[in-house]
Nanobody
C-alpha cells in the first residue's frame, strides 16, 4: 500500500486548508486511514482517523470541531479539511493505512503503532 499526502502549504492563522491522501491500492476500501502530525522537536501525534466504511471517525481533542476527515473510496482518497488554523497546527502531516483490514476501534486507531503503511508527509505552516 502506497500513500501520497499533498495539499500542505503556508497559510495565516484563521485560514483553511485541505489535505489529500491518495492511496494506490485497490484494497483501499478495506483500510482505516489516519492522519498524524509531527512538529520539530515533538513526538508524532494523532490527528484524525476514518473507518474503512467511512461510518466511524475519531479526532484529537485539539482539532475537534475545526478539522473534518472524509474519504472517497471510488477515488482511493482521504481528505482532511482544516479550518480556523492556528500556529500550533503547524507540522508535517502524514497519512497512514491501518495494518488490519476491515478494522476500526477506538482508541486503537488513535495509536500510530497500528498503522503499517505511511505516506511521506506534507508540510503545513501557519503564520500568526
Amino acid at each position: 500500500v502506497q500513500l501520497q499526502a499533498s495539499g500542505g502549504g503556508l497559510v495565516q492563522a484563521g485560514d483553511s486548508l485541505r489535505l489529500s491522501c491518495a492511496v494506490s491500492q485497490r484494497t483501499f476500501h478495506r483500510h482505516t486511514i489516519g492522519w498524524f502530525r509531527q512538529a520539530p522537536g515533538k513526538e508524532r501525534e494523532f490527528v484524525a482517523a476514518i473507518a474503512y466504511s467511512g461510518r466511524g471517525r475519531s479526532y484529537a481533542d485539539s482539532v475537534k470541531g475545526r478539522f473534518t476527515i472524509s474519504r472517497e473510496n471510488a477515488e482511493n482518497t482521504v481528505y482532511l479539511q482544516m479550518t480556523s488554523l492556528e500556529p500550533k497546527d503547524a507540522a508535517n502531516y502524514y497519512c497512514a493505512a491501518y495494518r488490519q483490514t476491515y478494522y476500526y476501534a477506538v482508541p486503537e486507531v488513535r495509536q500510530s503503532s497500528g498503522y503499517a503503511y505511511w505516506g511521506q508527509g506534507t508540510q503545513v505552516t501557519v503564520s500568526s
